[in-house]
């Protein structure tokens, strides 16, 4: 069974830019949950989506927002990048039970100039 | 806000030896999740505990829980270099849409 795949898998990205990360999902997982992993904040839950609706979202400002697409795959978008939006963001996906595990994709590494 | 603390942050240990990495949550919940993520690597599952008093082993690690003091503990018994890696323990929050992490323990295990 394939894992969890995202793309692409570095991006640099100048300050003031916007850029989409791709997330394609376990097959047969609803779910997709993205999170932020950084040195300093360690990582932080971004939003989590369940059949194309946003069901949860985390602490983190308008310019980071996602979408879910009918095929589970899900897309996430941060827009007027700034140089503290370099991290590693991950994906994760899950049946989308509440005790269900959350299987993570190899990451997107974004740097931000 | 729901808090996940890990402690220690970074452990050397002796191949052969024993130790327990611990963390802490701020809010009730049942739901605990142990992670590893290698350097450059993604996170790998490694035990979901689903209620208070639950135990999971595989190899040399073990994981419990305990709801009630809001603590869940990974014990490594006689490491060896290959469990060389950061560990976290993550936290379910509001009914598995998201985890809260802690701050991952840095493991490295020398002879």
């Known amino acids: 069974k394939a894992g969890v795949t995202q793309t692409p898998r570095y991006l640099i990205k100048t300050r003031g830019q916007q850029v989409t990360l791709s997330c394609s999902p376990i097959s047969g997982h609803r779910s997709v949950s993205w999170y932020q992993q950084t040195p300093g904040q360690g990582l932080q839950f971004l939003f989590e989506?369940?059949?194309?609706?946003?069901?949860n979202k985390g602490n983190f400002p308008g310019r980071f927002s996602g979408r879910q697409f009918s095929n589970s795959r899900s897309e996430m978008n941060v827009s007027t990048l700034e140089l503290g939006d370099s991290a590693l963001y991950l994906c994760?996906?899950?049946?989308?039970?509440?005790?269900?595990?959350?299987?993570f994709g190899p990451g997107t590494r974004l740097t931000v100039l | 806000e729901l808090k996940v603390e890990q402690n220690p942050l970074f452990l050397s240990m002796q191949e052969g030896k024993n130790y327990t990495i611990y963390c802490n949550y701020s809010t009730t919940s049942d739901r605990l999740y142990w992670y590893r993520q290698d350097p450059g690597k993604s996170l790998e599952s490694l035990f979901v505990l689903l209620s208070n008093g639950a135990v999971k082993q595989e190899g040399r690690l073990m994981a419990s829980l305990d709801t009630k003091a809001r603590l869940s503990t990974l014990h490594i018994t006689a490491a060896v270099h290959d469990l060389s890696a950061t560990y976290f323990c993550?936290?379910?929050?509001?009914?598995?849409?998201?985890?809260?992490f802690g701050k991952g323990t840095t493991l490295s295990v020398s002879s």
């Open positions: 989506y369940f059949s194309e609706t946003q069901r």
């Open positions: 993550a936290v379910d929050y509001q009914a598995g849409t998201a985890l809260i």
């Open positions: 994760a996906s899950s049946l989308g039970g509440n005790t269900d595990t959350q299987y």
